[in-house]
């Protein structure tokens, strides 16, 4: 479990790469973006996962 880390919500990072939810969403199904689920069934998203999987696409942008 990750714990001390700052924990994402999939609106938060939905936001953070200008997609939909339910993109965010599918990512986390996919495997491609780490996430741990709430007893909820809701997905978060340590912090320091989103920004490196940002970090190649901000470079593909410039």
Do not use: C, Y
């Amino acid at each position: 479990m990750i714990t001390g880390k700052h924990l994402m919500t999939t609106a938060e990072v939905a936001d953070l790469f200008r997609v939909n939810t339910r993109t965010v969403s599918a990512w986390a199904r996919e495997g491609r973006l780490v996430s741990v689920r709430t007893p909820g069934g809701d997905h978060r998203f340590p912090e320091e996962t989103v920004l490196r999987f940002l970090s190649p696409r901000a470079e593909e942008a410039q």
